[in-house]
């Protein structure tokens, strides 16, 4: 069982920087994969980005590429989203998703941790 906890959201103007953090629970977590995904009101959630279990690895969706870095830190059980360039249309509940691998996750879900981008 793992358990994940977001922070670091908030209001920022458009082209300024947030890093969401998530913290995970459980000795299991650097077997994982992590990734985020994102709700904006009205609209289903979306893949933003993901990360192997080893950060060799990481996929970005095309609308975050360049802006966005995803990141972990095995030793401290924490993945990184560093959001660089904000745009209004990065408004939504950010949350942090693993799984076995990149294809599968969501098998454990974080609560959402709410950016808002402002014009």
């Known amino acids: 069982q793992v358990q994940l906890v977001e922070s670091g959201g908030g209001l920022v103007q458009t082209g300024g920087s947030l890093r969401l953090s998530c913290a995970a629970s459980g000795r299991t977590f650097r077997s994982y994969a992590m990734g985020w995904f994102r709700q904006a009101p009205g609209k289903e959630r979306e893949f933003v980005v993901a990360?192997?279990?080893?950060?060799?690895?990481?996929l970005y969706a095309d609308s975050v590429k360049g802006r966005f870095t995803i990141s972990r830190d095995n030793a401290k059980n924490t993945v990184y989203l560093q959001m660089n360039s904000l745009k209004p249309e990065d408004t939504a509940v950010y949350y942090c998703a693993a799984g076995d691998t990149r294809a599968t996750l969501g098998k454990y879900w974080g609560q959402g941790t709410q950016v808002t981008v402002s014009s």
């Open positions: 990360i192997s279990w080893n950060g060799g690895s990481t």
